[in-house]
């Protein structure tokens, strides 16, 4: 049988990272170890000169344990795997990495456009940091003709989450990018909800792409993370330049746990994108459901979407019950097998009772009185986790 000279992302994954054959023993471990260092010594000056002359190009040359050994190159090249980019940067969480983005692009006095529906703590960026070093902040729906009714002189970058945050809005990320060329914005995508692995947000044309590894990628709830991806030299640098300047650093336990999680992340999110269309289906057919937001199914309004630009999906939906504030709490208190929590990619299902504050700054919500609730559907199992849900509706409308 023949082989295909480009190896499937699955396979990539099992053989990008690891550790390398002693030349003495010509041995290798399996797993490459967590390699912590603060300081690293060099042979000689000549050798220490090599290293800061790479560094001064850009290159990974490592001169300080902050920009991490081994084990952190080996993290950052499966990101590269994952995104398709020339370059990732790790910091200490997902917010870490939109902030590391952000002020890699952009300057005091500049202006930058947010799709409403990005993850919400980029609010905060904005209204606590950004604001006070003069960057001043558009948010809108994120389609060409709204976009070009926010530009400025001085806009500098069109920021995007897709799907979007909490109700998982497909953006269309070809077209939006197309918009940034057009305008010379620079296009960030935060990619958290693909991960790299069903959605690439380079190939599609973004810049920058910005993934929290706290999720899927690390996939066990036991580590923060985050990372930037790009192509671009000319980018890469500033990121580089940033990066460095502002001294982010991950542990290298971290790097080696997500490494470790980033094996098993093909499996993980096929089960948990198998198991959410099993919890759809079986939602579909409840009298409290008036919608299911979840771009895989065929009635979400970006299906098209995500059949054109993914190549799978993963365990995030929310969902509209017709059910009063109360009734809602008596549902989500009601449910055994999720654990309440803002967090998910993990292994392990999670609900959140989504406040409508949070909603009103969305463009794609229905504005009405509804509950809605987000799911994280794990690899528990299916038929469980449906058990679950109908005998804590049924208590919500006890």
């Known amino acids: 049988m023949a082989t295909s000279p480009t190896p499937h992302l699955d396979t990539l994954l099992q053989h990008t990272g690891v550790a390398q ?21 060099f042979q000689n000056l000549d050798a220490l000169d090599r290293a800061q002359a790479g560094k001064a190009q850009g290159d990974r040359s490592v001169t300080y344990g902050r920009v991490g050994m081994d084990t952190h190159a080996a993290l950052e090249e499966v990101f590269c795997e994952l995104e398709g980019a020339q370059r990732a940067f790790l910091a200490s969480s997902g917010l ?36 006070r070093m003069d ?35 497909m953006l269309d990320i070809p077209a939006l990018s197309a918009f940034a060329r057009k305008h010379n914005l620079i296009l960030a995508v935060d990619n958290t909800w693909g991960s790299g692995y ?59 746990l997500a490494i470790r999680g980033a094996r098993t992340l093909p499996i993980r999110m096929r089960q948990s994108a198998q198991n959410a269309l099993e919890v759809c289906e079986f939602l579909n057919a409840r009298p409290e ?65 989504v406040d409508h504050s949070a909603l009103q700054v969305h463009g794609y919500w229905s504005r009405n009185d509804n509950a809605i609730v987000r799911l994280h559907i794990g690899l528990e199992s299916p038929q469980d986790l449906i058990a679950d849900i109908e005998q804590a509706l049924d208590r919500a409308a006890g």
């Open 21 to 41: 054959f002693d030349p003495a023993n010509g041995a290798a471990p399996v797993a490459l170890p967590s390699m912590r260092t603060s300081t690293v010594r």
């Open 96 to 131: 870490g990495a939109i902030t590391l983005a952000f002020f890699s692009v952009l300057n005091s006095k500049d202006h930058v456009l947010v799709a409403d529906c990005s993850y919400g703590p980029v609010r905060y960026l904005d209204k606590t940091v950004l604001g």
């Open 135 to 169: 960057i001043q902040v558009s948010y809108c729906r994120a389609t060409p003709a709204e976009l070009e009714s926010k530009l400025q002189p001085n806009t500098r970058m069109l920021y995007v989450e897709s799907p979007g945050s909490l109700l998982f809005e």
């Open 198 to 256: 069903i959605y690439r947000p380079l190939d599609l044309g973004a810049d920058i792409s910005i993934v929290a590894g706290t999720k899927y990628v690390g996939g066990h709830s036991d580590l923060m993370l985050g990372a930037v991806m790009a192509k671009e030299p000319g980018l890469i640098k500033r990121i580089n330049d940033t990066h460095y300047a502002m001294g982010y650093s991950i542990s290298a336990d971290d790097a080696w």
């Open 289 to 353: 459901v008036a919608r299911i937001y979840h771009p895989a199914l065929p009635t979400d309004p970006g299906h098209a979407l995500w059949q054109r630009d993914c190549t799978g999906s993963n365990g995030m939906l929310a969902v509209e019950l017709v059910l009063d504030n109360a009734a809602a709490r008596r549902f989500v208190d009601g449910l055994t097998l999720f654990g309440i929590g803002f967090s998910w990619g993990g292994f392990e299902s999670l609900v959140q009772l």
